[in-house]
């Protein structure tokens, strides 16, 4: 059983940068792909940002391209996600997920992820 921690949310200005982070316990993320996933009220939870179990590969939602990064540092058993010039719109619940999956391929459907942490709030005043 993996557990998942997010942590980092908060209360921003548009422009503003904001670093989520998401630990694990109870088993190491080397064999897991990990992805960010967002949810507002009375909507979809949706793929924002994925990268393998290696590190090797990324893939982000068009939406934040170019502006969030996803990152992972196994040693610590954690996954980042850097978030640069924050909008109005990028105000959501933000969730890490694990996939327990080796082929280097991201996923982005919600029910190939084996794993969710309770999710971590991210608002941001335009």
């Known amino acids: 059983q993996v557990q998942l921690v997010e942590s980092g949310g908060g209360l921003v200005q548009a422009g503003d940068s904001l670093r989520l982070s998401c630990a694990a316990s109870?088993?190491?993320?080397?064999?897991?792909?990990m992805a960010w996933f967002r949810q507002v009220p009375g909507d979809e939870r949706v793929f924002v940002a994925g990268?393998?179990?290696?590190?090797?590969?990324?893939y982000y939602a068009d939406s934040v391209k170019g502006r969030f990064t996803i990152s992972r540092d196994n040693a610590k058993n954690t996954v980042f996600l850097q978030m640069n010039t924050l909008r109005a719109e990028d105000t959501a619940v933000y969730y890490c997920?694990?996939?327990?999956?080796?082929?280097?391929?991201?996923?982005?459907?919600?029910?190939?992820?084996?794993?969710w942490g309770q999710g971590a709030q991210v608002t941001v005043s335009s």
């Open positions: 997920a694990a996939d327990l999956n080796r082929s280097n391929a991201v996923r982005t459907r919600r029910y190939e992820y084996d794993y």
């Open positions: 990268i393998s179990y290696s590190g090797m590969r990324t």
């Open positions: 109870g088993h190491t993320l080397d064999n897991f792909a």
